[in-house]
């Protein structure tokens, strides 16, 4: 494949994941609306041009990392009669399986090439270039993304046809939303009955409660030192993200007929939580829990 990339949303996450695809020797033209994410890219050797229809022309892929479906559709519309025909779109975007189909249907009735592939590993991961694409399409198509997802990710996984990349993000990030607040009460629990942190850590780690929550990304300060909790809950993964990402499986789980009751009640927690701390890591969701339990509430 060609090394021309249209790249756009420079946030958090796709600045790193464009930047990482300059080192890596793509040619890579660039849109977001945010001035700061436009000197960023600049400095990190993208070209970054006024609109989002100059950064899909002449390209042979075109990588979207937006923050909801609509926002991917109404892109779309713009880019997609830009776009030379064939192009690849691949959408990292987290957004709802049923968004992910329709941009394919879209693209594909344009007479191009589409995947969504969404991420997970956060911005630390995004930095490094090991997030993990879990990638819904075609097989050919995934063959041809593959070189240039491996460049940003560490592991890329071909889930099945198109938006089932999306159902994997959804489920993954499912699990890990109940998981952190599953940990989040086990933490303050030890604290109450006398347990310290790191005696927590140092059993549960090991034992059959262990998760990547508690090993990767501790919510509490000390046991984990690279977690957000010891940088007072500055975000890898910012509550409104986790917020928005439960809110998608809670729909999903509706919508499907799953008798999802703890998937739905994490949404509930988040999405309670995400009022007063959105800009907050997840993780912060410790404070929350610990904080009512002192103020004698509880979840209804």
Same mark, same amino acid.
């Given at each position: ?16 994941? $464009?930047?990482? +695809? %300059? ?13 700061? /994410?436009? !000197? ?8 970054? *041009?006024?609109?989002?229809?100059? $950064?899909?022309?002449?390209?042979? *892929? %075109? ?8 926002? #991917?559709?109404?892109?779309? =519309?713009?880019? +997609? ?26 693209? #594909?009735?344009?007479?191009? &090439?589409?995947?969504?592939?969404? %991420?997970?590993?956060?911005? $630390? ?9 879990? #990638? ?11 070189? #240039? ?6 592991? %890329? ?17 499912? +699990? ?8 989040? !009460? =086990? ?32 919510? *509490? ?26 809110? +998608?499986? /809670? ?15 994490? $949404? !509930?927690?988040?999405? &309670?939580?995400?009022?007063? !701390? ?5 993780? =912060?969701? *410790?404070?929350?829990? &610990? ?10």
């Amino acid at each position: 494949m060609s090394k021309k990339i249209g790249f756009l949303g420079l946030g958090h996450m796709g600045g790193p994941m $464009a930047a990482n +695809l %300059v080192r890596a020797g793509y040619d890579v033209i660039a849109f977001d609306p945010v001035p700061a /994410a436009q !000197e960023q890219a600049r400095k990190d050797g993208a070209t970054v *041009v006024d609109t989002a229809a100059t $950064a899909a022309a002449d390209r042979d *892929v %075109v990588i979207t990392m937006l923050p909801n479906g609509k926002l #991917v559709l109404d892109v779309y =519309a713009d880019l +997609l009669p830009a776009a030379a025909p064939g192009t690849l779109f691949i959408d990292s975007s987290t957004i709802d399986v049923a968004d992910a189909k329709a941009a394919a249907v879209l693209a #594909v009735g344009a007479g191009h &090439r589409a995947l969504d592939a969404p %991420v997970s590993g956060g911005v $630390a991961g995004a930095a490094a270039g090991t997030l993990t694409f879990m #990638v819904g399409g075609g097989a050919a198509d995934f063959a041809d993304a593959l070189p #240039v997802l491996e460049v940003m990710g560490g592991k %890329v996984v071909h889930c099945g046809g198109p938006g089932v990349g999306q159902a994997a993000k959804i489920c993954n990030n499912m +699990l890990l939303g109940i998981s952190m607040i599953g940990l989040s !009460e =086990a933490l303050v629990l030890g604290e109450k009955l006398g347990l310290s942190h790191q005696s927590f850590f140092d059993v549960v780690s090991t034992a059959s409660g262990q998760s990547w929550a508690l090993t990767n990304y501790c919510p *509490v300060p000390g046991p984990v030192p690279t977690s957000p909790a010891n940088n007072d809950y500055q975000p890898g993964f910012a509550t409104a993200l986790m917020t928005k990402d439960l809110g +998608l499986a /809670a729909n999903a789980l509706r919508d499907n007929g799953i008798d999802g009751r703890l998937g739905m009640l994490a $949404a !509930e927690i988040y999405t &309670r939580f995400n009022q007063a !701390e959105a800009g907050k890591d997840f993780s =912060a969701i *410790v404070t929350d829990i &610990r904080d009512r339990t002192n103020n004698g509430r509880s979840e209804a």
